[in-house]
């Protein structure tokens, strides 16, 4: 009997009766865009459920993340265990009670939980699944090669229930579709010919633009970094070190990942994969590597809420995770964001750095109906408690020269989250400079929180995979494992020093207001393609934009400023 894994939490409502998807999520369960609908699951096929219990002083968990992330507090780089951090948050003995009676009275006994006690995965049968969650219906959906168990209905949880839970989740979400290696290789070439040759972005061009010099690899014993993969990809190791002797050859690295969390897939690499895993390794060149990737996943499961529940559940994780992953805003409950958001505060409260791709649709764009338009943000890119990565280009792309935007970068205001305490004082200088050239007020929420935080290049990479030389591979996850292996690298120097590792990072870099990076002032991204914005999203300006962030790392002198206690 095949085993299955799906993930539920619970919106917390006030209605007697809670309807995960039928509010904010519908939309997924009645139309999931490009994936085809293969049947209803058989009964007795096994699901293995993730509870996502309630937990308790939120507030705390968020007053000691602005403490240790503010440069200026007394506070600062003192880091919890993640003992500290489920002593502090775990869910309430009378939650705990409630959730595993209401489970046990439905037969399903074969729990386990994690050490912060605030996920519980369950195995039971769809038949069970479908009790336990009045109204759910588990069918199979497939995608290319990919196949998931997703519930086709809305599902119901007595109010008795639901307010010991934040929300159910891993019905309703669709995995997004990932980068197309041929798609993104025909675009380039198009953009190429009429350009003529281009050598493209190497580890060497990236070092040469940022200031890295050869010297500039980690040495320090106790330091790591991490990529993770959600899209069905795996790196090949045989790629890597064919990558390395081809475009390390000038500085000290390693060419074997240290350690891989999860099941690689069998087949032909990612491109998406081989990218984050190829860039973190050349940039934080010489630092121990862990690869987080599930591509043997259940049908049923959210990889990337089983990497959230993994790092709950590991006391020893890497300091840097740089990931290429987003989905559209308003395609997600409010309820599974927010949960998903305390998540990163416990990860930034151990010192943990998430770096986030700001994606490539530029600003979206969501169409209202009657010829309306908006701009339509990205999450996690949208969350205040990560930092999210833009994309930029060269302003000549035969030369090492300055940066311009890269017209695909990610980038707006949140439609959720409202704008942090840390960037109001720079988006709101952004707002007054480009007043006049700003979008329609109707497209964006202009109190929200505004990404991405900085950037780095992101068009016309070199990557190896397949053992092959793919060249014109361009998007944010090139930008973001760059900037990760960066900050692994300043990692390496404050370890050396004793000092605290960076952790989230958002608090410090604001406060820099630019010092140690190359502005970006150049070029708009992608917006609406409509009579009112004409296909712009947001434009880049002087000082921080939502395009680019504050710019791109000059190495040395942010190594510097970073390095201060």
């Not at 993730?50 to 939120?58: D, E, P, V």
């Not at 519930?151 to 839970?165: E, K, M």
């Not at 290789?185 to 060497?204: E, Y």
């Not at 395609?331 to 994606?359: D, Q």
């Amino acid at each position: 009997m095949d085993t299955l894994r799906l993930t539920f939490l619970i919106p917390l409502l006030s209605s007697s009766l809670v309807w995960s998807g039928y509010l904010e999520n519908n939309q997924d369960v009645l139309k999931p865009e490009g994936w085809t609908h293969v049947g209803r699951v058989d009964p007795t096929e096994e699901l293995e459920l993730t509870f996502a219990l309630k937990q308790q002083n939120i507030h705390l968990l968020e007053e000691r993340l602005r403490l240790v992330s503010d440069p200026d507090s007394a506070q600062y780089g003192k880091y919890l265990h993640l003992e500290e951090i489920a002593s502090l948050v775990h869910p309430s003995e009378l939650t705990q009670k409630v959730v595993h009676h209401w489970l046990q009275s439905h037969g399903i006994k074969d729990c386990q939980t994690v050490q912060t006690q605030d996920f519980l995965q369950c195995t039971m049968t769809a038949e069970v699944a479908e009790t336990l969650l009045p109204g759910s219906k588990f069918h199979r959906y497939t995608r290319d090669s990919q196949s998931v168990v997703r519930s086709s209905a809305p599902y119901s949880v007595h109010d008795d229930i639901h307010q010991h839970l934040d929300f159910v989740g891993g019905l309703h979400r669709f995995p997004p579709k990932g980068l197309d290696p041929n798609k993104a290789s025909s675009n380039r070439k198009q953009k190429q010919s009429k350009a003529g040759i281009h050598l493209g972005v190497t580890p060497a061009i990236l070092r040469a633009r940022y200031n890295l010099s050869a010297s500039d690899v980690g040495t320090a014993g106790n330091n790591s970094q991490a990529v993770a993969q959600f899209l069905e990809q795996y790196y090949s190791p045989a790629d890597l070190a064919e990558f390395m002797a081809m475009f390390g050859r000038s500085f000290k690295h390693l060419s074997e990942v240290d350690r891989v969390v999860g099941s690689q897939g069998k087949g032909k690499a990612g491109i998406e994969a081989s990218l984050d895993v190829e860039y973190i390794m050349s940039t934080g060149a010489n630092i121990s590597t862990w690869v987080f990737t599930n591509p043997g996943r259940h049908e049923s499961q959210e990889p990337f809420l089983q990497w959230m529940v993994l790092l709950s559940n590991m006391t020893d994780l890497p300091w840097v995770h740089t990931i290429s992953y987003g989905d559209d805003e308003d395609s997600l409950s409010t309820a599974y964001m927010m949960r998903i958001n305390t998540e990163f505060m416990k990860a930034g409260v151990r010192g943990i750095s998430l770096l986030f791709a700001s994606g490539d649709s530029g600003a979206g764009c969501k169409h209202l109906g009657k010829g309306q338009n908006c701009f339509r943000p990205s999450f996690p890119a949208s969350s205040p408690y990560v930092t999210t990565v833009g994309g930029t280009s060269f302003k000549n792309p035969f030369k090492l020269t300055y940066e311009v935007t890269d017209y695909i970068s990610g980038g707006g205001f949140s439609n959720v989250f409202k704008m942090p305490e840390y960037q109001a004082s720079a988006v709101d200088g952004y707002l007054k400079t480009v007043a006049a050239a700003l979008p329609p007020q109707a497209y964006f929420n202009i109190s929200g929180r505004a990404y991405p935080d900085m950037a780095a290049l992101s068009d016309n990479y070199w990557v190896v995979m397949n053992r092959v030389p793919i060249p014109w591979v361009s998007g944010t996850s090139a930008s973001t494992p760059v900037v990760g292996g960066m900050l692994s690298l300043i990692n390496d120097q404050r370890l050396l020093k004793g000092l605290p590792v960076l952790g989230f990072l958002n608090p410090r870099l604001y406060k820099l207001k630019g010092q140690a990076l190359f502005d970006v002032t150049e070029g708009c991204h992608l917006g609406c393609l409509d009579e009112q914005v004409q296909g712009n999203g947001f434009c880049a300006a002087p000082s921080w934009d939502p395009v680019t962030g504050w710019g791109t790392p000059n190495y040395p002198e942010l190594l510097a400023v970073l390095l201060a206690e």
